[in-house]
């Protein structure tokens, strides 16, 4: 079974291109999974997204193959999340700032966040290790935006990122995360890719929903040189929830010694 090709970014001139993309991408969806469509609102922007995922039984299967795998990616990314929800809303409050800008998204969830920075006029590379996922965030965009992003599939906890064709030399001005930070080892990678693609001035918006780990992360930052500041958001969530979601808005100012910097996290 041929794989869709995801290399390359697809930008739409017409209607009739996008709903032949949009057909593509949906008969090599339908031979994986059994979609289910939810309506996903964003509380403040007011903007509302149709998304589509893997139905109940699709995300069962999906569980118990991860499962067996050895390294047992789980695919969390097939349920819209409170914090691509709360970072889709503020990229459209904060449309101005990424409208022109190169962005990098990592972990491609379901294209929530990835839709709202096509809308806003952002070009957008979005990176996760699924290929499912990728494949729908590419069908979500085109069916929400009417563009796409370019997606690379890599394992950003232990491949190194290929991020540096010649046209992306300079990095990248805007990186966005939305609860990518699930453990202690994920701590150290994601530091390590996002200072090695930062332009000067360029910022990391990260979206978590109040996890431990996540404060972990900004405490090893901040002794690496990172400084930023918060903001609580709340819902509703599309599941009906009104849980609170950090939004952080940090810089990279200074390169410190990694030995002293070290010690602010642990690496697990």
Request: glycine share 8%; aromatic share 8%.
């Amino acid at each position: 079974m041929s794989e869709p090709s995801l290399a390359v970014s697809e930008r739409s001139d017409g209607g009739a291109d996008v709903a032949r993309r949009i057909a593509r991408i949906e008969a090599w969806l339908s031979r994986q999974i059994t979609l289910e469509f939810e309506p996903c609102a964003l509380p403040r922007s007011g903007r509302t997204y149709r998304i589509a995922k893997p139905d109940q039984a699709s995300r069962d299967r999906l569980f118990e193959e991860a499962r067996q795998d050895s390294e047992k990616q789980m695919p969390h990314w097939a349920k819209i999340w409170a914090s691509g929800v709360a970072l889709a809303d503020v990229v459209c409050e904060r449309a101005e700032e990424v409208a022109g800008q190169q962005v990098l998204e990592l972990g491609a969830g379901l294209g929530t966040t990835a839709t709202a920075v096509l809308e806003s006029g952002g070009s957008l590379v979005t990176a996760d290790y699924s290929l499912l996922s990728l494949t729908l965030c590419r069908y979500n965009t085109l069916r929400n935006a009417a563009r796409a992003p370019e997606c690379l599939r890599f394992n950003w906890r232990s491949e190194p990122p290929p991020l540096r064709p010649a046209r992306r030399e300079a990095g990248f001005s805007l990186i966005l995360a939305a609860d990518v930070l699930y453990e202690g080892r994920d701590i150290f990678p994601l530091l390590d890719l996002v200072q090695g693609l930062f332009t000067p001035g360029a910022q990391l918006w990260l979206a978590e929903p109040v996890r431990k780990t996540a404060q972990r992360f900004l405490d090893t930052a901040a002794a690496h040189g990172w400084q930023g500041t918060s903001r609580t958001v709340h819902g509703p969530w599309p599941d009906g929830t009104s849980d609170p979601v950090n939004i952080h808005f940090l810089s990279w100012t200074q390169r410190l010694d990694r030995l002293p910097a070290d010690l602010a996290g642990l690496r697990t």
